[in-house]
């Protein structure tokens, strides 16, 4: 199937109705363009997010290597590395050029025009239908797959959900999930991209699925959005002390207001030894994050306090892999989730 019609599906439905009976199609015996149907962007994104920790949604095509991200010299050889083995028909780069770029939008710029998607061959149908097998749950393949993929748990998944907006599958995601179907059910016919299109919700995909022995059943429109309310439950304090911080060194950010000098008191009145820091230790065993109690006047600044927390996370968390530790994040917006309205 075409990749790049792939990703203009939006829900499971669709996608599970496109891969059920639809008449099998083979591909035009044309050479395919290097990085066929590949976002270069997406996978740059994803590898990054994937070595940083940082979430994809933050990453912003002017943020630089080193400066707002930690990417030195040996951690863009191991991007550059993972990028080649996703995409193996990518040019070689220059080691030395890799390392005059200082920002992802210029990384994603060298290895190729940013976004950019080369279409495959359009799929000729031919005139032999290979209807799944019976016996084929695909529905219950189809659900599996995208469980294992997103993380969701099966039972979570509703017909309605849409794939990027709701599940955060994008169209690098959507491939993998169809090649993961297709080796589940070898016999499954080529999808005819057109039809595929077409169709919009489960309803109108369960009405194809002919061989699917147990179809799911329509969701009610008024059951389509679970809504869950959110209640205050009163709680006693349990009086224990979190565990980590007996176990050496503790650092306290500097929150710029003179609390991280009261915090560190009070921990020392408990025999806990800390020190406040504006640079975080690689080395440190506990650190209590303060940058949540500092005053912001706009998102901007709300969200540079989110990407500092990160950072600080990265910097420790080799550290806490190999020996363990403990990691405090505090802010002042209440602790009741917004219950008081306010």
């Known amino acids: 199937m075409d990749p790049v019609e792939l990703s203009k599906l939006r829900s499971l439905g669709e996608v599970i109705g496109k891969l059920g009976a639809t008449p ?74 890799l390392s005059k770029l200082r920002s992802l939008g210029e990384v994603i710029g060298k290895l190729g025009a940013a976004g950019a998607v080369v279409e495959a061959p359009a799929p000729v149908a031919i005139p032999a239908p290979a209807p799944v097998a019976p016996t084929v749950d695909l529905s219950g393949v189809v659900l599996s797959i995208v469980a294992d993929k997103t993380g969701y748990p099966v039972d979570m998944l509703e017909p309605c959900m849409e794939l990027e907006a709701d599940l955060g599958i994008d169209s690098i995601k959507r491939v993998e999930i169809l090649s993961a179907v297709r080796r589940a059910v070898p016999d499954l016919p080529e999808v005819d991209p057109v039809e595929l299109s077409k169709l919009r919700s ?90 949540g109690l500092a005053e912001v006047a706009s998102v901007d600044a709300a969200l540079a306090v989110q990407k500092e927390a990160f950072g600080v996370a990265r910097t420790v968390a080799e550290h806490r892999t190999e020996h363990g530790g403990v990691f405090v994040t505090v802010q002042d917006t209440g602790g009741d989730f917004g219950s008081r309205g306010s």
């Open 202 to 291: 489960l309803g109108e995909v369960i009405s194809q699925l002919g061989t699917v022995n147990e179809p799911a059943p329509e969701a009610p429109v008024q059951d389509a959005l679970g809504r869950r309310a959110v209640r205050v439950v009163p709680a006693t304090a349990p009086g224990f002390a979190l565990a980590g911080l007996h176990n050496g060194r503790i650092v306290v950010t500097d929150d710029g207001g003179g609390i991280a000098a009261h915090v560190v008191a009070r921990l020392g009145t408990h025999g806990i030894s800390a020190q406040v820091c504006t640079t975080v230790p690689a080395d440190a065993h506990g650190v209590i994050f303060l940058g």
């Open 24 to 97: 099998a199609v083979a591909d035009v015996p044309a050479p395919v363009p290097a990085a066929a149907g590949i976002d270069l962007s997406g996978v740059v994104l994803e590898i990054v997010a994937d070595k940083t920790g940082y979430p994809v949604d933050m990453l912003e095509p002017c943020m630089e290597l080193e400066a707002d991200l930690g990417i030195d010299s040996i951690k863009r050889v191991e991007i550059l590395s993972a990028v080649r083995r996703a995409v193996p028909d990518l040019p070689e780069v220059d080691p030395v050029e």
